[in-house]
């Protein structure tokens, strides 16, 4: 399992013929001592298969963003298929709203980067709606992937694109797993455009590696939560000493638990006034 990267882009897929395109495109390889979800990753991208519906989207995002180390501020991107009442097949979207239709939340994705489609308002429910009596798209996971994504990274990271798959004229019952891949396939480009443009702005907002981060986490275990923690102790290090630098004291420190409680112990020390 690669924990020792630092990941910067997840996508997030609810189908396994919605990742195959992606799989292929970006030569992800399966993480096979990942069970609960399927996970393929490279370099840079985490890839999870979530399944259906909003608590399995919610669930693969939690799993995910807790095994796996991410950068700062990670691209978040949720990309999957959608029913409308009148778009033609294969129409890709942007959500500019979305619309939990079992809560009656709202969300509004702010789209800073040129969006490399049409947008749209995206609702999402529970069970598939085959009556299409809104103007908007529909899906079953989009509401969840928003809230959940959004306690990871920050909004403008956080986005959902969506291929109609499915309207009044060919129903969400008649949906193949070969024509959705098919679906994503076609727009690979767009999507490769859009994750680009995201980790250009998070590149931009993303806060300089602190010195000894890097040796820290590979001398020592550390979960992403601790990961989190050590950046921001020493970043804290660096505020209030002036860049000063730190001398380790290894001794007694066998695990990432005992760095983080030294490093709070040494800061703890520091005289300052403002």
């Known amino acids: 399992m690669n924990q020792a990267n630092q990941y910067k882009i997840f996508i997030y897929t609810a189908l396994p013929c919605e990742a195959k395109p992606l799989v292929a495109h970006f030569n992800l390889k399966k993480d096979t001592a990942v069970e609960p979800f399927a996970v393929y990753l490279n370099r840079d991208i985490c890839l999870t298969v979530t399944g259906l519906g909003k608590s399995a989207m919610s669930a693969g995002i939690a799993y995910t963003q ?41 969300h509004y994705p702010p789209l800073v980067c040129n969006p490399p489609c049409a947008t749209g308002s ?16 529909y899906d079953m996971e989009a509401s969840a992937f928003y809230e959940t994504a959004m306690r990871f990274s920050c909004a403008e990271l956080v986005q959902c694109l969506k291929v109609i798959s499915d309207n009044q004229q060919m129903t969400a019952e008649y949906i193949e797993p070969k024509q959705v891949s098919a679906l994503i396939a076609a727009h690979i480009p767009a999507v490769e455009a859009l994750l680009t443009d995201m980790a250009a702005l998070a590149a931009l907002i993303t806060p300089p590696e602190p010195r000894l981060f890097s040796q820290l986490i590979q001398q020592y275990r550390f979960t992403a939560s601790e990961r989190a923690q050590l950046k921001n102790l020493l970043c804290r290090w660096d505020v209030l000493t002036d860049h000063r630098e730190l001398e380790l004291d290894e001794s007694g420190l066998t695990c990432g638990k005992d760095v983080l409680r030294w490093l709070d112990q040494q800061i703890g020390k520091i005289d300052f006034c403002l």
């Open 122 to 137: 995206l609702q999402t429910a529970s069970r598939p709606q085959l009556q299409y009596d809104q103007p908007c798209l």
């Open 66 to 106: 807790a095994l796996f180390t991410s950068a700062d501020y990670p691209v978040m991107l949720n990309v999957g298929i959608a029913g409308h009442k009148e778009h033609a097949l294969g129409t890709l979207f942007l959500a500019d709203k979305i619309i939990d239709f079992d809560s009656g939340k709202h």
